[in-house]
């Protein structure tokens, strides 16, 4: 049947309506999508500078230090959730600076994390203790290995909870994958081209030399000692007894007492009355400081779920390779991790 004119004139606007609301309605979301993540970028760059409320009368902090300690951890949109280094950091250099700070608990939950990330907190620990004179301890939650340990031994006081698992104390630099016959299956070939016969050690698609084995030992090593080195001298303990127990393993709370590696074991209510009562800061407050992502993008973000993607054989296995690499060399407990 014919339109007429008239039918065509009224059928056609409303479509081109349509179209029209649809494009506006996409440049808008655009726009929010870009302004959040410009947002996103400044808010963090200044996270940790001014964001946590200080307050105007004596205090104790108990700075959080909850999952791997590198540079930063976030989920797959971006969202920056756990330990955030730079803002550890900062907010440790905050409390030196504040003269209502009377105290630092630093509340470990972590397995570990990267060799510079750890020992960068562990020496602004240091430094805390040194410029400030006040008093610091370690409350171990249900984990504190191997870096965990690590940034723990300069405090006055190590505690932990009765189910926690510490030690671990030692060196890994991770495993290193052969892929050569997996991706020959899958018909990819890889050519590397490099000056220098070890410049490309490590490489997935290549075996290792002798020579280049014998080149990771050394840093595992060198890494090895220093933690080594670190325990004896914040535990006071004679450096051949701490080689012996740091062979990697982990230890319960009961038997890192009996080793002397921590000092107590302790409830967290507990292990605030101990500093208080140790110190005379009974009539300080106990502000709890952690990161927190405000930015927009996080609040727009916020609820969205992880997506379960499905993997292939392929992506599963090259998943599985590129989550064991993340930390090169690295005081971690693999197992914890």
């Known amino acids: 049947m014919q339109q007429t004119p008239e039918e065509i004139y009224t059928v056609d606007p409303p479509v081109k309506k349509r179209k029209k609301g649809i494009i506006v309605w996409l440049i808008i979301i655009v726009v929010i999508v870009v302004f959040a993540i410009l947002f996103n970028a400044i808010t963090h760059s200044i996270i940790g500078k001014d964001k946590s409320p200080i307050p105007n009368k004596p205090y104790i902090g108990v700075l959080s230090v909850k999952g791997s300690i590198t540079s930063i951890n976030s989920d797959m949109w971006g969202r920056r959730i756990g330990y955030q280094h730079d803002f550890t ?31 960068e907190l562990y020496l602004k620990i240091k430094e805390y203790k040194e410029k400030t004179m006040r008093p610091v301890y370690a409350y171990m939650g249900s984990m504190a290995a191997s870096g965990g340990y690590y940034i723990s031994t ?46 490309a ?32 001298e914040e535990r006071d303990m ?64 916020s609820k969205l779920p992880m997506p379960d993607i499905p993997m292939n054989e392929a992506a599963t296995i090259l998943s599985l390779i590129n989550k064991d690499v993340d930390f090169p060399i690295s005081y971690t407990c693999e197992i914890l991790n």
């Open 238 to 301: 004679d450096i051949e007894t701490v080689i012996e127990l740091a062979d990697g393993r982990i230890y319960t709370a009961k038997q890192a007492l009996e080793l002397d590696l921590i000092d107590g074991i302790s409830s967290y209510d507990s292990t605030i009355s101990d500093i208080k009562s140790s110190y005379g800061l009974e009539d300080c407050l106990v502000i709890e400081i952690s990161y927190k992502d405000t930015s927009i993008l996080n609040r727009l973000f």
């Open 201 to 232: 050690m490590g490489s997935m698609v290549e075996p290792l030399t002798e020579e280049q084995i014998a080149i990771f030992q050394s840093l595992v090593d060198e890494a090895y000692y220093q933690f080594v080195n670190i325990v004896s």
């Open 154 to 199: 300069p405090a006055d006081k190590i505690l932990a909870n009765r189910n926690c698992w510490t030690g671990s104390i030692g060196v890994t630099i991770s495993t290193i994958f052969d892929i050569s016959e997996f991706l020959e299956r899958y018909g990819i070939k890889s050519n590397t081209i490099t000056a220098g016969r070890n410049k």
């Open 89 to 119: 950091i900062q907010t440790i250099d905050r409390l030196i600076k504040d003269g209502n700070n009377k105290g630092l608990i630093l509340f470990v939950d972590s397995p570990g994390g990267g060799i510079y990330e750890s020992d």
